[in-house]
């Protein structure tokens, strides 16, 4: 019974040697599992880096028309036809809920074409 314990013991002992050779005879080191282990993980950053900016690209591309219709509004101009309308403050609220409202659908139409072409197993089509 004491031999076989030492035996299992000795076995035990050698079995990270034999690892370590086995490894050797295949090509793989610490060095190569360490550059896997690396490049996953920066790889894992880069996806989540990819899809932040994508949400802020969606952001972007709402906010961008809406911008831009403040900022010509905002100019305080004495011949814009708006400002001496008895509505123009409406109107003005109309256009950037009309441009929310296309923008929404493009965005909507889009996604759309995307979650088909990924159930089809197609690539997914070129944005517009």
């Given amino acids: 019974m004491i031999e076989i314990i030492h035996e299992l013991d000795f076995e035990a002992r050698r079995a990270p040697d034999q690892h370590r050779r086995g490894r050797r005879l295949h090509g793989i080191n610490d060095r190569d599992i360490l550059n896997d282990a690396v490049a996953g993980a920066m790889s894992i950053i880069s996806y989540r880096t990819s899809m932040f900016l ?15 219709l403040v900022g010509v509004y905002g100019m305080n101009f004495e ?14 609220r109309c256009i950037a809920a009309a441009v929310v409202a296309v923008v929404l659908a493009i965005i909507q139409r889009s996604r759309r074409q995307w979650n088909r072409a990924l159930r089809a197993g197609r690539e997914a089509p070129k944005p517009i």
């Fill in 54 to 68: 994508n949400r802020l690209t969606i952001v972007s591309f709402v906010f961008l028309p809406l911008t831009f």
């Fill in 79 to 92: 011949h814009q036809p708006e400002y001496k309308w008895p509505n123009g403050y409406l109107f003005f």
